[in-house]
């Protein structure tokens, strides 16, 4: 504490130092948090990490072997376990990062009354674990198809990449205001669990967004992730060019929600913890 001219106390600005420090306990409450999700997610299970690619890898031939029974080829290309990987794994890294960041707070409630640990550090070492762990799967999945079947195609990175990050951005955007409304409002997360169940049929993981009558395209254009499902198969199928995709629409889901979520959390988080 500095004095004035006129003999009146000044508080310092602070330095970088003390930012860099800030910014360090950030850090080290976050990897802490995330040290510990992997020990109570899949560390108490048997198989802990092989459940999470096991899981995807039996829906994804369960899907694949029943549509080559009702259908000779594919919608695109030439594999059906491509062709549903491409649009499954997108809805599997949406939902699942929305549940986990939903859920953040309950799971670290005991930690959150310490002063170190902040209810942004729960919510983001639950976001990085949860990308971290999906994107591995994705990538081994993926990898694995393509190599088991022989595919033979030119993928564009960028569009994977792209449809990947959306899909876990709208994740953590939802994810941030079902914290909120997850506490405030505890029936919300059983109305979540069952309005989230028709999305698997909705969300272009069985069909492409072109394939439908104009009916169902007037409808379901409204689903964010039948953008991003649409994104993900243009980067691996180069004659696919999806024109439905909205980049505007898309950034309204990102940003209102996340905005939405923070804002609420900010205000009232002590009285979530405190109920």
Known sequence: ?????????????????????????????????ILREMSTRYGRTPGGYIWALLEPVGMIIILGFAWSLVAKTPTLGTSFFLFKATGFLVLQMFLITANQVGRAMKFSRALLFYPRVTWLDAVLARFFLN????????????????????????????????A???????GLSVGMLNCYLFQRIPVWEQVWAISTRPMFLI??????????????????????????????RDGFYPLYHPTYISWLYLGIWIIAPLLAGLLLLRQYHRDLLNK
């Open 1 to 33: 504490m500095t004095s004035s001219a006129d003999g009146h106390p000044t508080r310092p600005f602070p330095t970088p130092i003390a930012k860099r420090s800030l910014f360090g306990e950030a850090a080290r409450s976050i990897s802490a948090l």
């Open 131 to 162: 990308i971290l762990v999906t994107t591995l799967v994705t990538a081994i999945i993926l990898t694995g198809i393509i190599h088991f079947e022989e595919i033979r195609t030119v993928l564009d990175f960028v569009d994977i990449f792209l």
């Open 164 to 170: 990947m990050t959306l899909a876990a951005l709208m």
């Open 203 to 232: 969300s272009g993981v069985i069909f492409i967004y072109e394939d439908l009558p104009r009916v169902g395209q007037d409808v379901l254009w409204y689903n964010p992730i039948l953008h991003i499902t649409g994104i993900m």
